[in-house]
């Protein structure tokens, strides 16, 4: 600011380096978007980043949404220790991670389940093979650094925007549906949604309600 200083007008200015501020900033940005234990972006981000893609998809560019769950996680835990199953985490987020293409996005959405968001999925053959060359990359044993090599497959789940689902929310609802199915069929599998698939669901449901009361 200008100032008189002894009878002289002059100038007076002051420099404050905000390096240090805003790199805190930004890891704290980074904090709220990324999972602590992989780095890899967290269910808010994948949400985030989904609804774009989703709207990009309803003016003609098309994505997918791949689930992945854990096959018997509980169980590594349960057997070998949470630090084990810590490193099992930590090597599913590489594994995905390498089968990434260039604008493809993967996520841990919690525990076990782990989401890849397909940047450009126009067609089912395209997710199958995504879906498959991740079923494979799972059948190699984990190594947790102590001795123990521990078998944890995947179960996957896709569904396509906008021949599936137009809303995220469809869309995240049908990929699960997908991955429902492939639980179903004997894990270590895939299985693309298809039409029919939720009644086929609510269907088991509805029967698994009615043995239920039976009992």
């Not at 179903?184 to 239920?212: H, N, P, Q, V, W």
Request: with cysteine; glycine share 10%.
């Amino acid at each position: 600011r200008n100032i008189d200083y002894r009878g002289r007008k002059i100038r007076i200015s002051c420099l404050v380096d905000l390096r240090e501020r805003k790199a805190h900033e930004e890891r704290i940005r980074h904090l709220g978007q990324h999972d602590p234990l992989t780095g890899l972006p967290n269910r808010a981000l994948f949400t985030e980043t989904l609804a774009s893609y989703v709207d990009r998809a309803n003016r003609g560019w098309g994505c997918a949404v791949v689930l992945v769950d854990l096959d018997h996680f509980k169980d590594v835990n349960d057997l070998y220790g949470h630090p084990a199953g810590d490193e099992v985490i930590r090597e599913t987020a590489r594994r995905l991670t390498r089968e990434l293409g260039p604008q493809d996005m993967a996520a841990r959405l919690g525990g076990d389940e782990f989401a890849v968001i397909f940047a450009n999925g126009h067609f089912e053959a395209q997710i199958e093979d995504f879906s498959r060359r991740l079923v494979e990359a799972f059948r190699k044993p984990f190594d947790t650094g102590q001795g123990e090599r521990i078998k944890c497959g995947i179960s996957v789940g896709g569904a396509l925007c906008p021949d599936h689902a137009a809303t995220l929310e469809e869309l995240i609802g049908r990929a699960d549906v997908a991955l429902y199915h492939a639980k179903k069929s004997g894990r270590s599998t895939f299985r693309i949604y298809r039409k029919g698939m939720d009644e086929l669901i609510e269907k088991r449901r509805a029967l698994e309600a009615d043995i239920e009361r039976g009992l």
